[in-house]
């Protein structure tokens, strides 16, 4: 007997093949149609070749930016202070992708119709593999509003802001092609509510917008810590301002921003989160003095646009993993995706996915769309009832998808387990659930028009009577002030529910449209997978699954 036999115990079988090289965009049949819908057909082959990239070399980037974390390091060989974070150059290749394709600046170097909606596509691709790079990515496209309020910084800033060329060396940006922008806004006492900062600005000169000014004083999160300049807020003699801190000063000797620590965060593991202090830091204010937070809103808005599409993003990605596994895993001698039970739960998170990418594209055909006061003040309003929906949606619905593996869900060789740690941050960023919910309160009530704009979007239902029903039941919630805030999650949900109801009635997909108003306006459960009878799962698993060739 050959003694090399014992080694061999058992052979290796009904394994599931692997996913790798897939075409994300070509796979992706429901964000296909909804591009389409918002007026981004034209981005086709830019998307498809995306695509390709990241079920390609991105994803490896992914797992390596996340299996190599970023490495602070204080001081240099010498003893001087250089406050520096080195990331592995797969980090780099995920930034150079990224903005060479325009995830930085496409609805604002080529605006036309359907360009946020783009944009949104690519960053939907982008985040399914790494949506850790996705921090800085996000913030650099949403500054530019926020810089375009100052033209004289506008004037040196913007046109770097804006190139598709990726820099990452630690030089003054006037030595640079391309920039990105980071944001410090969050200290220690205060969090969420910024009004309690405590970083003073002490003007160099001249005060007001404009004009230079030095800062003393911390900031609790500071995301992307190597972006070459930040916008943050501090105290003036007039409140609350804005200002653009950048890593330099105009000499080209380094400013005086220094990096405490990175943050040891849940998930987010490729980017890196600091503390940091000003001591003297040389800025720019940016917009009216004592309005920092009415200058910064924009940026703001635009983030949490991000957060939606990221928590949409992993919903697909999850949903992808786990439809592909069951299409080829065995259990019983039948395959899972055979298997009724599992069938119902796959056409669930189907649906759920569907909806969070409908009403993500629907935000981004609004912002293509602000000179229409209907579409600005419907993205009013949309971006924080979609920022809480979505991204309270997508932890649940990516553990679900992970059990659809069984203990292969709950292992670091499959993007499953980094998909659920990345699902949390977007809920928190930018404002929590409690946040999103009170601002929802605050648009409808206090600026007008947005109210109108929200049911005038509803309609009557759509000739769907259940529809129609929990529309009249938000107009009731709306028109009892009492104790609303006590019932603002509710209210929140029941919005968004029935605006994605709404816009997969309109998109004309029955099979689809049906099947969700059935499970989510009629409250037939709460887990997945608790679809009531009359759902045609065969054709929802058709059209999610990843089939490729």
């Known amino acids: 007997m050959n003694?090399?036999?014992?080694?061999?115990t058992h052979e290796v079988f009904n394994q599931v093949p692997p996913l790798d090289g897939a075409n994300l965009y070509a796979i992706d049949l429901p964000l296909q149609e909804w591009l389409r819908r918002y007026q981004a057909g034209w981005a086709e082959a830019r998307l498809h070749a995306y695509g390709a990239l990241a079920g390609g070399p991105l994803l490896q980037a992914g797992f390596l930016a996340n299996e190599h974390k970023p490495q602070f390091r204080t001081h240099d060989r010498y003893g001087q202070r250089i406050d520096m974070v080195d990331f592995h150059p797969a980090y780099h290749e995920l930034m150079r992708t990224a903005i060479e394709h325009g995830l930085t600046s496409l609805p604002w170097t080529q605006p036309q119709p359907g360009a946020h909606v783009a944009r949104a596509g690519l960053t939907y691709l982008h985040s399914q593999v790494e949506a850790a790079s996705g921090c800085p990515l996000t913030m650099t496209f949403a500054a530019v509003p926020v810089i375009r309020q100052q033209p004289e910084l506008a004037e040196f800033w913007l046109p770097k802001v804006l190139a598709t060329q990726y820099d990452p060396r630690n030089v003054p940006a006037s030595e640079k092609a391309g920039v990105t922008i980071g944001m410090a806004m969050t200290e220690k006492q205060g969090g969420t509510d910024v009004r309690a900062n405590t970083t003073r600005a002490y003007p160099v000169g001249a005060a007001g917008p404009g004009q230079a000014y030095e800062l003393i004083g911390h900031k609790w999160f500071c995301s992307a810590p190597m972006c070459d300049a930040f916008l943050t807020l501090a105290q003036t003699d007039q409140g609350l301002s804005c200002f653009l801190l950048p890593r330099h000063r105009p000499d080209g000797t380094r400013n005086q921003f220094y990096v405490q620590r990175l943050k040891n965060k849940l998930g987010n593991w490729a980017n890196a989160s600091s503390e940091v202090e000003y001591r003297g830091a040389l800025a720019w204010m940016v917009g009216e003095e004592g309005r920092g937070v009415a200058t910064i809103i924009e940026m703001v808005a635009m983030t949490r646009f991000d957060c939606m599409v990221g928590s949409s993003s992993l919903m697909r990605q999850a949903l992808t993993q786990a439809i592909h596994h069951c299409q080829?895993?065995?259990?019983?001698?039948?395959?899972?995706?055979?298997?009724?039970?599992?069938?119902?739960?796959l056409a669930d998170l189907a649906l759920e996915s569907e909806a969070a990418l409908a009403l993500?594209?629907?935000?981004?055909?609004?912002?293509?769309?602000?000179?229409?006061?209907?579409?600005?003040?419907?993205?009013?309003?949309?971006?924080?009832?979609?920022?809480?929906?979505?991204?309270?949606?997508?932890?649940?619905?990516?553990?679900?998808?992970?059990?659809?593996?069984?203990?292969?869900?709950?292992?670091?060789?499959?993007?499953?387990?980094?998909?659920?740690?990345?699902?949390p941050v977007n809920s928190i960023w930018e404002g929590s659930g409690n946040v999103q919910c009170l601002d929802v309160l605050r648009a409808l009530h206090k600026e007008p028009g947005v109210l109108d704009a929200l049911f005038a979007e509803l309609g009557d239902g759509h000739g769907d009577a259940r529809l129609k029903r929990q529309i009249e039941g938000i107009k009731r919630d709306f028109h009892d002030r009492e104790d609303i805030q006590y019932r603002a999650r509710q209210i929140t949900e029941d919005v968004a529910v029935a605006l994605q109801a709404k816009l997969l009635l309109e998109a004309g997909n029955n099979t689809v449209s049906d099947a969700f108003i059935l499970s989510r306006l009629e409250r037939h459960g709460h887990a997945y997978g608790t679809l009531p009878r009359g759902v045609d799962v065969p054709a929802l698993l058709a059209r999610s699954a990843p089939q490729w060739g």
């Not at 003694?3 to 061999?8: D, F, K, L, W």
């Not at 990516?398 to 292969?408: D, P, W």
């Open 3 to 8: 003694p090399q036999s014992y080694a061999e």
């Open 328 to 345: 080829h895993r065995q259990v019983g001698g039948k395959r899972l995706a055979e298997q009724p039970l599992m069938q119902n739960v």
């Open 360 to 423: 993500s594209l629907r935000m981004g055909h609004a912002l293509d769309n602000q000179q229409d006061p209907q579409q600005a003040h419907f993205s009013r309003l949309v971006t924080a009832i979609g920022k809480y929906w979505i991204c309270k949606r997508a932890p649940e619905m990516i553990a679900e998808a992970s059990e659809c593996l069984g203990g292969a869900g709950y292992v670091e060789e499959t993007i499953l387990p980094r998909l659920y740690r990345e699902a």
